[in-house]
């Protein structure tokens, strides 16, 4: 036994590192040859460039080159490099996870960001976006159309990320998630070769990538995107000091269950940030609606029951969809996490205790540290969403059509230094154990449902989604991935 473990051991410290190192010199390299004037290396400002990530997690990582292919040819020549010299990589879109998964300090990183057509069909009815897109520029596209898609609420986020991991959008209500409206996808393979999915040809590839993100599956080269008629989308955003916090959350919470599944258009988000100064949990609720009434005086009547309470401060405007692309810019900067989970919608006193038990967490484990901020992110997901994940097939986030609606409650917390990154993810991770026990207690938990793109590193995405999809997936992955390149050299995200 011992022998054995040490040998182990010893090819884990000595050998596997200076073994990659060759690997990745050798992959540099001979991308080079194949994709000339697209590879770059470090200390060249293309390299700064391309390393460029939100989050200071990933952005500190020093690959040891970028290739930045045109086209899916382009893809595929550079993944048969990397599968024949066995090196590390990765892939970047937006690069908008905040844990390193889009970048890789050994290793080598495919920028897809010079992938970036957009075209819409000649009916209008699907705009086919290249994966190293933003949301603002398929927007900007679109607008002078009078259209839109199932899309992010932020215009930096990478197409890729959002859509592969499933993506919460404002017009989520009436059409689900951005993978729910993917009409096709043209894919690179692990052995290079490229395919397109859709509902008839390679219908379970097609499955797996609607929610089951893109790093077992393939490399994604083109997204064919359902598009409809929109004009400018209205948004209010209120302040709501800690004394009416209580009321606050009950009528967010009631709105989740009675009044969302009647008005399809309609999308609130709530924030609950933990401030002392103020003397307790402060409330931040945005509300957002694809059709602006007529008054700006006036509010749909979805979001009335908001109106009742005391605002401490409020805004409002009807805006273009580019233009409210940047109305909540998170910049980058400093490190990021986020711990995702959920409860079923409908019971407001679960959500007032989850509330106030992440204020004394807060309190308890952060008072001493003044630039962390650590607030609560709560968005409803109403059964008219929940009912559109059974389009085309059905998606792979493993929640049912028919599972009543619930609420993500997501903790996201940005710090400074990595000697702290260890202790984010212990209390974290507490936090999220604490806001489930609450919502069992209260009967208020159903699945639990981790949102992979609001996920941290260490929680069981796939394993939430019950044997069924796991099973699945694992199958698709080994269909178009029989040798494991993917699973064993694509590093980072989530493996099935
Ligand atoms: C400020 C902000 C706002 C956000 N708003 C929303 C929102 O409104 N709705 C929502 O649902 N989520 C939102 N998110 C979360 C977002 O969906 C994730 O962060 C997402 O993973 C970002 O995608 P990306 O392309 O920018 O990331 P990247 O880090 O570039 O990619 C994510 C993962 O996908 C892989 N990948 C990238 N491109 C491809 C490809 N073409 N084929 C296969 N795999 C690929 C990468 O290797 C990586 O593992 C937001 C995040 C931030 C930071
Ligand atoms: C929207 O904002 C305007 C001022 O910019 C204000 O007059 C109006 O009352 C606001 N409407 C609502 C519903 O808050
Ligand atoms: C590439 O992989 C796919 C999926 O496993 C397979 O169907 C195809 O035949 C392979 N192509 C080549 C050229 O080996």
């Known amino acids: 036994m011992l022998p054995n473990l040490s040998l182990t051991l010893l090819a884990g410290v000595l050998i596997t590192p200076s073994l990659a190192n060759i690997q990745v010199a050798a992959a540099c390299v001979g991308l080079a040859l194949v994709l000339p004037g697209k590879v770059f290396f470090p200390n060249t400002t293309p390299y700064n460039e391309h390393n460029s990530y939100w989050s200071a997690r990933q952005d500190e990582l020093t690959p040891n080159c970028f290739v930045a292919p045109h086209s899916a040819s382009d893809v595929s020549k550079a993944l048969k490099v990397l599968r024949d010299t066995k090196a590390p990589f990765t892939v970047k879109s937006g690069g908008h996870v905040p844990f390193p998964s889009s970048n890789v300090d050994t290793g080598v990183v495919i920028d897809l960001s ?77 052995n290079g070769s490229i395919v397109v999915a859709n509902v008839g040809t390679n219908p379970d590839l097609y499955k797996a990538l609607r929610g089951g993100g893109g790093p077992n599956f393939g490399i994604v080269t083109r997204f064919d995107l359902e598009t409809f008629e929109q004009g400018n989308i209205w948004y209010k955003e209120s302040l709501h000091a800690p004394t009416e916090a209580n009321e606050a959350i009950e009528v967010f919470s009631d709105l989740a269950v009675d009044g969302l599944n009647d008005d399809d258009l309609a999308h609130p988000v709530m924030f609950a940030a933990y401030q002392p100064a103020l003397g307790g949990n402060v409330i931040q609720i945005f509300r957002w609606h694809a059709t602006p009434p007529a008054d700006l005086n006036t509010v749909p009547a979805v979001f009335e029951p908001l109106e009742a309470i005391p605002a401490i401060s409020e805004k409002n405007a009807s805006l273009t969809v580019p233009d409210m692309l940047n109305v909540y810019v998170d910049a980058a900067g400093l490190r990021k996490g986020w711990w995702d989970t959920s409860i079923r919608a409908g019971n407001a006193a679960a959500l007032q205790d989850i509330i106030a038990n992440y204020g004394v967490w807060a309190a308890a484990n952060l008072a001493d540290k003044p630039d962390v901020v650590a607030v609560l992110l709560i968005i409803p997901i109403p059964t008219s969403t929940i009912a559109q994940f059974g389009k085309n097939g059905g998606n792979s986030l493993g929640v049912d059509p028919n599972t009543p609606a619930q609420i993500k409650i997501n903790t996201y917390i940005t710090w400074g230094s990595a000697s702290q990154d260890s202790y984010m993810n212990d209390i974290a991770t507490q936090l999220v154990g604490q806001t489930e026990q609450i919502a069992k207690d209260a009967n208020a938990f159903d699945d639990g449902f981790i949102y992979m793109n609001y996920a941290e590193r260490t929680q069981d995405v796939y394993g939430r989604r019950g044997p069924d999809i796991i099973a699945e997936l694992k199958a698709t992955a080994k269909k178009f991935d029989p040798k494991d390149v993917l699973k064993n050299q694509w590093k980072g995200y989530f493996k099935v």
Not at 122 to 145: F, H, Q
Not at 150 to 178: E, H, K, N, Q
């Open 114 to 190: 010079e992938i970036n057509g957009l075209t819409l069909s000649a009916d209008k009815t699907v705009v086919s976006v290249g994966p190293g897109n933003r949301w603002t520029a398929v927007a900007e596209y679109l607008l002078p159309e009078g259209l839109a898609v199932v899309g992010g609420r932020v215009g930096d986020i990478g197409v890729s990320g959002l859509t592969l991991g499933g993506g919460i959008s404002w017009f989520s209500g009436r059409y689900g998630w951005a993978c729910d409206n993917v009409r096709e996808y043209e894919v690179v393979l692990a």
